[in-house]
């Protein structure tokens, strides 16, 4: 079976197609097309970019876009620089960075609407045992006995008429 960048440049040269045309109708820089069908993947800084490029430029020639793909990803596999996804940052992670992750992977709908109920659910408690309390105190029980006294008929205020 022949390589993806055997592939293309045959495809090209089967719609006699120039590298400009190309340039043209995929807006991919000429340079990145010659490397493509040379197979000089390192003008590239990154895998998505030759798996754009590819998808981009197999489209246009309309050829089987799934399999070149994927014949792409079995070659990038035997390079080294490609072999493997290369890592996003070279320090070690920091709790912050990892709190930051924990955080970011939560769902926060849920979480304000769990929030929101635990939050209810001590209000109603509280009130709970508020009027629980209230109910058993009495609030007579501390003063001290009373004595009634009549009011003098000089201490009311008169009715109207």
Same mark, same amino acid.
């Given at each position: 079976?022949?390589?993806?960048?055997?592939?293309?440049?045959?495809?090209?040269?089967?719609?006699?197609?120039?590298?400009? &045309?190309?340039?043209?109708?995929?807006?991919?820089?000429?340079?990145?097309?010659?490397?493509?069908?040379?197979?000089?993947?390192?003008?590239?800084?990154?895998?998505?970019?030759?798996?754009?490029?590819?998808?981009?430029?197999?489209?246009?020639?309309?050829?089987?876009? !799934?399999?070149?793909?994927?014949?792409?990803?079995?070659?990038?596999?035997?390079?080294?620089?490609?072999?493997?996804?290369?890592?996003?940052?070279?320090?070690?992670?920091?709790?912050?960075?990892?709190?930051?992750?924990?955080?970011?992977?939560?769902?926060?709908?849920?979480?304000?609407?769990?929030?929101?109920?635990?939050?209810?659910?001590?209000?109603?408690?509280?009130?709970?045992?508020?009027?629980?309390?209230?109910?058993?105190?009495?609030?007579?029980?501390?003063? !001290? !006995?009373?004595?009634? &006294?009549?009011?003098?008929?000089?201490?009311?205020? !008169?009715?109207?008429?």
């Amino acid at each position: 079976m022949s390589t993806v960048a055997e592939q293309l440049r045959s495809a090209r040269e089967a719609k006699n197609l120039t590298v400009e &045309q190309v340039a043209e109708m995929t807006k991919i820089r000429t340079d990145h097309i010659r490397a493509l069908e040379e197979g000089n993947f390192s003008v590239f800084s990154a895998p998505i970019y030759i798996r754009g490029s590819v998808k981009n430029y197999a489209g246009v020639l309309k050829l089987d876009v !799934p399999q070149m793909l994927a014949s792409l990803a079995a070659e990038l596999k035997g390079t080294e620089k490609y072999s493997e996804p290369p890592p996003l940052s070279e320090s070690r992670k920091t709790f912050v960075d990892s709190l930051t992750l924990l955080l970011a992977k939560v769902n926060w709908k849920l979480g304000v609407a769990g929030l929101a109920v635990v939050v209810l659910g001590m209000i109603a408690v509280t009130s709970f045992l508020a009027w629980r309390h209230h109910q058993k105190s009495d609030p007579l029980k501390n003063l !001290p !006995p009373a004595v009634y &006294q009549p009011a003098n008929a000089g201490d009311t205020l !008169p009715l109207h008429k």
